[in-house]
């Protein structure tokens, strides 16, 4: 569906919830009813003409958009070009990865050595790559679903493969606030998917409660990173021991 198509369709929808018919219309626009029909059933139109129809129902045009931009299905994964662009530029990959935890411009520009300038500029490539949509006041849209994931083996996961896991993993978690579990054991494999449906769901949950939390004092809020991870798997160094 083409996106002008998309805003009539909006548009009757509108229609129907005010209870305006097509003669109600044809009356404003001072049209007949079968030529009002006519043009809406194409699908296409100017938009000059959508605004005058926004008008006649005294419906914002800039609202009318937004409902189909938020409609429209958002994003599990990145295409692999939107990934090689966006792990091209460590500031543009730091800024998708605070826009993927909601950050406000003011906190990326209040915690990191970025100047709002180049903060701003990254947001417009983000917006440009079809990851945010910018709105006025350098607010967002994030046009990834909550299930989104990183590419399993593409750009962005090989970055942090490289360059972040044994910078995690380093780490004690000793402390009361941090736990690092290995368990292993022998599954069915039509049990294996239950597991990994739990772990998303604790995903979720942390990601709820960092939302929720971003209306506390900076100083009553620690960043921490939630690692989940389940996949068949061996310890090569142990492979030799098999039977």
Not at 119 to 126: E, W, Y
Not at 187 to 195: D, E, N, R, T
Request: with cysteine; net charge positive.
């Amino acid at each position: 569906m083409s996106s002008t198509a998309a805003l009539i369709a909006a548009l009757k929808q509108e229609m129907k919830s005010a209870g305006v018919t097509y003669a109600g219309l044809a009356q404003r626009l001072g049209m007949a009813e079968s030529s009002v029909k006519r043009m809406l059933a194409k699908g296409e139109m100017p938009l000059s003409r959508l605004d005058a129809i926004c008008a006649a129902l005294k419906i914002d045009f800039a609202d009318l958009a937004r409902t189909v931009a938020d409609a429209r299905p958002l994003l599990v994964e990145m295409t692999l070009e939107q990934e090689k662009a966006v792990v091209a530029d460590n500031k543009l990959l730091l800024t998708a990865i605070c826009v993927l935890s909601q950050w406000t411009l003011e906190q990326i520009v209040r915690y990191y050595r970025m100047t709002e300038a180049e903060t701003i500029a990254r947001l417009v490539k983000l917006d440009h790559l079809g990851i945010i949509e910018l709105r006025p006041l350098n607010r967002y849209r994030l046009k990834l679903a909550k299930t989104f994931r990183w590419r399993p083996h593409g750009p962005v996961m090989r970055f942090f493969r490289e360059h972040a896991l044994l910078d995690y993993f380093s780490g004690g978690f000793d402390h009361d606030d941090e736990s690092l579990l290995m368990v292993h054991g022998s599954i069915s494999k039509s049990l294996a998917p239950s597991f990994v449906e739990r772990l998303q769901r604790v995903a979720q949950d942390f990601a709820q409660a960092h939302h929720a939390d971003q209306k506390l004092a900076p100083q009553h809020r620690e960043g921490y990173t939630l690692l989940l991870a389940m996949r068949s798997w061996d310890f090569e160094g142990f492979e030799a021991l098999r039977r």
